[in-house]
Nanobody
C-alpha cells in the first residue's frame, strides 16, 4: 500500500513564502517523476511543477505562472518531494496535490495525495 502524505499548507501573505512537503510511504519499485498539482475553486487541476527521479535524474518542469517563484526539489533516498513557494500571490490560492508516477508490481502507476490547502491573503 502506497500513501502520499503532504504537509506545509496553510495561510500565506502576498509576497511571502510557504513550503510544501510530501513523502511517499510504502514500497515503490521505482519512482520516475514526483510533482505538485493544484486546483483552485471552479478551475481544473493544473500542473505546478515536476521533477524527474529515475532515469531522468533531476530534470524539472514548471508551469509558466510559477517559474522564477517556486522551486521543486526531491530526496530520492527518503521518497520526498518539496515545493518552496516564494513571492506568493492570491492567484496561488488552491488545494495542492502531491503526485508520484512510478512502478509497482510490474505496472506503471500514478499516486495522488489527499491535498493540502494553500490560501494567500492579507
Amino acid at each position: 500500500q502506497v500513501q502520499l502524505v503532504e504537509s506545509g499548507g496553510g495561510l500565506g501573505q502576498p509576497g511571502g513564502s510557504l513550503r510544501l512537503s510530501c513523502v511517499a510511504n510504502g514500497t515503490i519499485q521505482s519512482i520516475y517523476v514526483m510533482g505538485w498539482y493544484r486546483q483552485a475553486p471552479g478551475k481544473q487541476r493544473e500542473l505546478v511543477a515536476t521533477v524527474a527521479t529515475f532515469p531522468g535524474g533531476g530534470n524539472t518542469n514548471y508551469a509558466d505562472s510559477v517559474k522564477g517563484r517556486f522551486v521543486i526539489s526531491r530526496d530520492n533516498a527518503k521518497n520526498t518531494v518539496n515545493l518552496q513557494m516564494n513571492s506568493l500571490t492570491p492567484e496561488d490560492t488552491a488545494i495542492y496535490y502531491c503526485n508520484v508516477f512510478g512502478r509497482l508490481g510490474g505496472s506503471n502507476i500514478v499516486w495522488w495525495g489527499q491535498g493540502t490547502q494553500v490560501t494567500v491573503s492579507s
